[in-house]
Structures are given as structure tokens and as C-alpha cells.
């Protein structure tokens, strides 16, 4: 079953076909971030009319890239939430008219679903379920369990913060990227030799008996340190501070996230932990959880790094194994789409 997915929730304007849920056929991708880098930070109005300008370039380049015929496709497939409003409209507007056009299924997807199924594409063997899932990206972070296809149970997630915007927000006061600074964040890191700053962050509910994540009060911890001179100059100067603070602010992460995730394997038995989400993209949390998970005898599954931040491709995945076409009138767009509806 030959799915053409399209995915628009945020900067991105993405489309793809996959086979079965599996086998990648083509995909493009074309973004509006640079705008958003001169601004420091997305403006929704802007990302909206990137959309417009982006959507049909990127459905012809889809579908031309693959030698297919838009009349081969067995179903189409949108992100329906969450995100911004303005960019979700154009995709699900486009999605529709196809769907129209040549008389096939629309498959509505969430797209915080659709992360967790870049664990399925061009993989050797996919995941066993049951499964705990953590989606961890700018807008979210949630631990699901995923008992099967379409029944997952929400867990936990984050109380105010989503990761990523932490990592963000790190990387904006450490003054390497006014906009979407995650990866910077991580290279910094990882050329750190001694991290002079070890346990100097606080690890937000990582005592708790819950599933529940903070990250607002590690952004606020790191604004504290950036602000001491003090601290500066006893650690030996700004870059091995800079340094040191990327490593520590990874760690505290990383530290969380596997606390937690441990501690619900053992309470749901599961077979696998999966990832998705742009922060798993970040290689500190990659090995981290790998070690960890894998110990105690769980497979993990983390997708490769281009299917971590946003793209049609899980889209496309989720759709096949999410297979639910509502009639046309009934998709819509929700911008405060939650990962369990
Ligand atoms: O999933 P995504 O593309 O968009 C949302 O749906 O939010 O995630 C984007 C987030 C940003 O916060 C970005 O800084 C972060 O993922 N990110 C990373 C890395 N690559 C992207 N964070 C940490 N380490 C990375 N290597
Ligand atoms: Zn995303």
C-alpha cells in the first residue's frame, strides 16, 4: 500500500511516499527556518505563508522524484495537530483537494504519533511491542506506552518546558543560536574534555514516583550561571565555562529522561523503548539511553537523524499503521491536538 503523506505543522512544508508503512519511496523537504533565525524566533504568520509558497513545489518534486503517478497512490495522509494553526491549514487544505482530486482515502495523523513511527521506516526489524515511547522535540515531551497499533497510554510529560525549548533557550544564553540551537548545543558538548560545572545543574523530578517531566527550572538554573561572573572566572574563562555548561545542561537531560524511562520498564514489562522527536536526534541521550535500556535486556530503537526532526516520512508510516480514512469533511485541523487525542 503505496501512502503519499503530507506534513506542515510548524516550518517545514514535507511530503513523502512510503510503502507499507516501511519502504521509503521519495520524500522532499523545504524550510522556513532561516526566516525564523532572523526574527530569533518563529513568527507564525511568516511560517504560514512559507507554507503557501513551499506546499505545491514540494507535492510535484514528491511525486516526480518517485517515477510513481499520483494515480498509483493507494491513500493520502496529513498531519491534522499538533501546531500552528496557520501552517496545519495548508497542509490539511492541500491533503483534501488530493484526496479529492483523484477519489482515494485521507488519513488524518497526529503528529506526535508520527514521530514515534520513524522507528518503523527502512528499518531491518521493526519494534516489538509492547513499547515505551518518548517523543522529546521543541513543542513536547510525553512517555507513552504503546501496547499495540492505535492504543497508546499516556504516561507522563513535561509539566511546563518541552526539552528541546530548554535546549533552545540554553543555547540563546549561551549566545550560539537565536533559533532552534539544540544541535549547536550538542557539538559544544561534545568537545568538552572536563566538564568543570559537573552536578551544578539540579535533575527536576528525577526523585519523583511519576512520569512527569520539568525543564523550566534547569533553563532558569543555567540563566543563573550564565549571569556569575564569579563562576566564570573560577572555572578557568569563558570557553571551558561555555564548554562545561553544554556538557552539564546534556547531562541533567540525559540523566532525567533515563531515570524515568528505567524506572518504567520495569513497572510495564515492556519489549522495546523508542524514540523520536528532534531532541532525539541528540547523540548524548542516543548512547545514554542505549546503554541503559539495552541492559536490562530491552531492545531501543531511535530512528536515524534525518527522521528525528519533522518530515512527511513517519507521517506517511503512521498513517499505514494508524489506517483510519474519516470522510473529508470530518479532517480538520487542531492545533492543541494532545499524543492521545
Ligand atoms: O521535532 P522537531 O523538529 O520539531 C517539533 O515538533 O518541535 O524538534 C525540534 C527541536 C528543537 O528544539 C531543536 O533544537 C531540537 O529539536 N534538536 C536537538 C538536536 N537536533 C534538534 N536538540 C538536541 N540535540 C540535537 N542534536
Ligand atoms: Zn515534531
Known amino acids: 500500500m503505496k501512502i503519499f503523506a503530507i506534513e506542515t505543522s510548524c516550518d517545514e512544508t514535507a511530503a513523502a511516499i512510503v510503502e507499507n508503512g516501511a519502504t521509503l519511496l521519495s520524500s522532499t523537504l523545504a524550510t522556513s527556518k532561516d526566516f525564523h533565525e532572523i526574527t530569533g524566533g518563529i513568527v507564525p504568520e511568516v511560517a504560514a505563508r512559507k507554507q503557501v509558497e513551499a506546499i505545491v513545489p514540494v507535492i510535484e518534486q514528491t511525486i516526480n522524484s518517485s517515477g510513481l503517478k499520483m494515480q498509483e497512490m493507494d491513500a493520502f495522509a496529513v498531519t491534522v495537530g499538533p501546531g500552528l494553526i496557520g501552517s496545519l491549514v495548508v497542509g490539511v487544505a492541500a491533503a483534501k483537494a488530493l484526496a ?10 497526529n503528529h506526535l504519533v508520527g514521530h514515534i513511527y520513524a522507528n518503523w521506516v527502512d528499518v531491518a526489524e521493526p519494534p516489538k511491542l509492547p513499547a515505551l515511547a518518548l517523543v522529546i522535540s521543541g513543542g513536547h515531551t510525553d512517555l507513552v506506552l504503546m501496547r499495540g497499533h492505535g492504543n497508546l497510554e499516556y504516561l507522563g510529560g513535561t509539566l511546563d518546558d518541552a526539552a528541546g525549548e530548554a535546549f533552545d533557550k540554553t543555547a540563546r544564553l549561551l549566545g550560539l543560536k537565536k533559533y532552534l540551537g ?7 558538548a561534545a568537545s568538552c574534555e572536563k566538564n568543570m560545572l559537573k552536578d551544578k545543574l539540579p535533575r ?7 512520569y512527569d517531566f520539568s525543564f ?12 556569575s561572573t564569579e563562576i566564570e572566572k573560577e572555572v ?11 556538557r552539564e545542561f546534556e547531562d541533567a537531560v ?32 542516543r548512547s545514554v539511553l542505549e546503554a541503559k535500556v539495552t541492559t536490562l535486556g530491552v531492545n531501543f530503537h531511535m530512528p536515524p537523524m534525518k527522521y528525528c ?21 470530518k479532517i480538520n485541523a487542531n492545533p492543541s491536538l494532545g499524543i492521545v487525542g
Not at 182 to 188: P, R, T, W
Open 100 to 109: 479529492f482530486v483523484y477519489n482515494k482515502p485521507l488519513i488524518p495523523v
Open 309 to 329: 526532526t519533522d518530515n512527511a516520512v513517519y507521517i506517511a508510516s503512521a498513517a499505514f499503521f494508524n489506517n483510519d480514512p474519516y470522510p473529508l469533511d
Open 254 to 285: 540525559s540523566d532525567v529522561v533515563s531515570t524515568k524511562i528505567l524506572r518504567a520498564i520495569k513497572e510495564f514489562n515492556v519489549k522495546s523503548v523508542l524514540i523520536g522527536g528532534g531532541v532525539a536526534a541528540n547523540q548524548n541521550l
Open 182 to 188: 539544540g544541535a549547536e548545543l550538542s557539538k559544544l
Open 216 to 227: 523550566s527550572g534547569l533553563k532558569t538554573a543555567v540563566k543563573r550561571l550564565v549571569e
Open 204 to 210: 527536576p523530578k528525577i526523585k519523583d514516583e511519576d
Open 236 to 246: 578557568g574563562g569563558a570557553e571551558l565555562f561555555a564548554k562545561s555548561l553544554a
